[in-house]
């Protein structure tokens, strides 16, 4: 059985990969705490390769759910598991040990993911918001007691997902392109009637003006979000409060690329690049500092 140093440095492995973002945001936070949020991590992002890239992705979800069940049964000692996700139940129960952890959101997510083995398509932007929940905002509920373990889970709910769904609304705008190449199309029904072109522009790789207009529409409720988010994070301790506040920038930032690329998100893929990511935590590191200060 792998050492739980062993199944935390897989986890860690995950996040460094494929969200660089991430892994630089939570790097300044405490150990105990950085590997809680390296396992929600790899938890989270083993459940979303297997609607990716899952040979049966519906069977395998289930099975993933069931084996999330069993960890709770069994969280107080080590239970035996298929050696592919052994590490992050491992990784989890030092985790549900350590913080005070609720297993709903948990279950939210692979919910949130069983959307996308769905065709999925959204009346209105309230629905891509609650679709925003189940995979993004239900995230941010489960790291809300690694990062704030004093504050109550009421406190800090709205807050949390409010980010997660600021995040997903961030995804979606920047892979429209790639997402309908795989038939996935989570701009709303409701915007796209409203801005008849718009769609002729996601079907033919092209940018319009009715497309643009979609586009800002969805970012600004993003931008809503973000802020929301924002406005409780003196609720966060110090040593979390400069993670959460990087996290929210350097993902907000992406709307920002989208805009300079065009919005082209059909052919160019919008990121921040190294230059970029380090002034934003230099500017929110000398905020913070001032704040402490005055």
Not at 72 to 82: A, I, M
Not at 203 to 217: C, G, I, L, P, S
């Amino acid at each position: 059985m792998l050492s739980k140093r062993e199944a935390y440095q897989r986890c860690k492995t995950q996040i460094d990969k494929h969200s660089k973002t991430f892994s630089k945001a939570f790097q300044s936070l405490p150990t105990a705490n950085r590997q809680a949020v390296w396992a929600v991590y790899a938890f989270c992002r083993y459940a979303d390769d297997i609607v990716d890239e899952g040979a049966n992705p519906k069977e395998q979800l289930l099975e993933f759910e069931r084996e999330f069940q069993l960890f709770l049964e069994n969280n107080q000692r080590h239970v035996e598991h298929k050696e592919e996700t052994a590490y992050i139940w491992i990784a989890l129960e030092d985790v549900f040990q350590s913080f005070t952890m609720r297993h709903e959101p948990f279950l939210d997510m692979i919910q949130g993911q069983q959307f996308d083995l769905e065709e999925q398509r959204f009346p209105t932007l309230a629905h891509t918001e609650t679709y925003g929940y189940y995979v993004a905002g239900s995230v941010g509920l489960m790291l809300q007691p690694i990062l704030a373990p004093k504050r109550s889970y009421e406190e800090m709910k709205d807050g949390a997902v409010a980010l997660g769904v600021a995040m997903q609304i961030t995804n979606i705008l920047r892979d429209i392109g790639e997402d309908y190449e795989i038939d996935r199309l989570y701009v709303p029904e409701s915007l796209l009637n409203m801005h008849p072109k718009a769609m002729e522009a996601i079907t033919t790789k092209t940018v319009n003006e009715d497309f643009v207009m979609v586009w800002e529409q969805m970012a600004s409720r993003a931008d809503e979000l973000y802020e929301e988010a924002l406005r409780t994070i003196h609720y966060y301790p110090i040593y979390s409060r400069f993670s959460v506040k990087a996290a929210a920038h350097l993902y907000w930032k992406i709307l920002d690329k989208v805009r300079s690329n065009g919005y082209n998100v059909f052919n160019e893929r919008a990121y921040v690049d190294q230059t970029e990511k380090k002034l934003i935590l230099e500017q929110i590191q000398i905020e913070g500092t001032q704040n402490a200060i005055s």
